[in-house]
């Protein structure tokens, strides 16, 4: 069993920071990426940023130059430090990683709950 949880949204001013959290959990036998996610009222998941085991990083073309993603491989968790925030980043979070569990043969995709952050004055 694999579990996703986030942590770190909340409410912050435009032009404010927040730092996202996502830990992975449970029987891992190896993670091939990790990323991230969102999702605003009335609108579709889009794609936020992602970064491989190998270190690879890429960003939404709305995010780049203010997101920056990061992991731990030793803790199995993944970052987003979000700078410049904008009304138009407020969406839930949700974090997204392909994994191989113990005793399994292929990996899976994982979801977690999702965090909301909110960009308001």
């Known amino acids: 069993q694999v579990q996703l949880v986030e942590s770190g949204g909340g409410l912050v001013q435009p032009g404010g920071s927040l730092r996202l959290s996502c830990a992975a959990s449970g029987s891992i036998f190896s993670i091939y990426n990790m990323g991230w996610f969102r999702q605003a009222p009335g609108k579709e998941r889009e794609f936020v940023a992602v970064?491989?085991?190998?270190?690879?990083?890429n960003y939404a073309d709305s995010v780049k130059g203010r997101f920056t993603i990061s992991g731990d491989s030793a803790k199995n968790t993944v970052y987003l430090q979000m700078n410049s925030l904008k009304p138009e980043d407020t969406a839930v979070y949700y974090c997204?990683?392909?994994?191989?569990?113990?005793?399994?043969?292929?990996?899976?995709?994982?979801w977690g709950q999702g965090t909301q952050v909110t960009v308001s004055s």
């Open positions: 997204n990683a392909y994994i191989r569990s113990a005793g399994n043969i292929k990996a899976h995709d994982y």
């Open positions: 970064v491989t085991s190998g270190g690879s990083t």
